[in-house]
Every structure is written in structure tokens, then in C-alpha cells.
């Protein structure tokens, strides 16, 4: 079965976006980045929100676009209506049942990109198998929690732990049960 990972920037204080959408302070240079583009050639299959989604817009997207163009695009939301998709964007109502066949579908694992609302939703359903952070040496103090309002309580070990240039850490977690 396919894994669900969670790879996401996060801030020391559990943030993934800054007030107002900003991600201008994120380490955006240097090898752990180099390693993060490395690493999505592992998926075949990306998940976010409406909201992830709709973000692509302020950097010229389009509606119906993929934002991942060599990933199936699956959109979770139960308002967004886009008439004319590209044939690799998929937009599914928040129905776990169909996080859970994507997840026993044949091929590699499945990125979960954002944001903190349906990292919330997905955890609430326990359908995020691993966690892996680019942690970000800054508190943002305010903006998009890492799971959204969630008070859902679970153990992680760690797999995986590397340290980059500029500060930039990236934490490789998997799921346990309490």
C-alpha cells in the first residue's frame, strides 16, 4: 500500500505559511532544497486542499492547471468547481474513503503538500503515514499551523534527520500509535 507523506517547510513554532500567506522568510537556497526537488520524483500523486490549491493563482496558475504537471493532481474540497481540468487534476469531495483508495492503488507513494486544514482532517482520520519537515530556523509567531486547529495526539519516531546549509533541517517521522 502507498504511503501518504506529509513533506512540508515548517517554522520552529509549527508554522507552514507566515501571516498573510508569506513564505518570503523560508530558506529557499542550497542543497536542502536541492534535496527536496530530489525527493518528489519519489511520488506519482500529490494531495492538498482548496486553499493549496487556489495559492498557485498568485504565481500565474490558472484554474484548472496542474500544479504538479508530471504528478496526478488530486484536489480535495467540498466547494471548489472548475469546469475545464487538465487531464492530471482531479477535484474529490472530503470523503476519506477515496484518500483510502487512492492509498491502495498501484505505484509510489503520495505527497501531501498542504495546507494545514487537510493535514488536520487527514490526521483526524489517520491516513498520514510519515512526516518529513524542512524546518526552518524562525518562529513566525502567527500564520497556517502545521495541522490546522488539530488536537489529535500521536507519537512519532524519528527515521531520518539531515542539517543543510542556511539552517535548514530536514526530520523524516513516521506514525505510531499511541
Not at 31 to 38: E, F, H, P, S, V
Not at 59 to 68: Q, R, T, V
Request: net charge negative.
Amino acid at each position: 500500500m502507498r504511503k501518504i507523506i506529509y513533506y512540508v517547510a515548517s517554522s520552529l513554532d509549527g508554522y507552514i505559511m507566515g501571516e498573510n500567506e508569506d513564505m518570503s522568510v523560508w530558506v529557499q537556497i542550497g542543497n536542502g532544497i536541492t534535496q527536496y526537488l530530489q525527493d518528489l520524483q519519489d511520488f506519482d500523486t500529490v494531495l492538498m486542499g482548496r486553499k493549496t490549491y487556489e495559492f498557485g493563482y498568485k504565481f500565474g496558475m490558472k484554474a484548472g492547471n496542474a500544479p504538479y504537471p508530471n504528478l496526478q493532481n488530486c484536489v480535495f474540497s467540498d466547494t471548489l468547481q472548475i469546469a475545464d481540468l487538465e487531464p492530471n487534476v482531479l477535484i474529490y469531495p472530503m470523503d476519506i474513503t477515496i484518500v483510502q483508495d487512492l492509498k491502495k492503488q498501484a505505484g509510489k507513494d503520495i505527497y501531501l503538500c498542504g495546507g494545514g486544514k487537510l493535514a488536520e482532517w487527514l490526521l483526524a482520520h489517520g491516513q498520514i503515514d510519515i512526516l518529513k519537515i524542512k524546518l526552518n530556523p524562525l518562529l513566525l509567531g502567527k500564520g497556517i499551523r502545521l495541522f490546522g486547529d488539530s488536537t489529535t495526539e500521536k507519537m512519532l519516531e524519528l527515521l531520518d534527520s539531515n542539517l543543510y546549509e542556511n539552517g535548514l533541517h530536514i526530520l523524516t517521522y513516521q506514525f505510531k500509535s499511541i
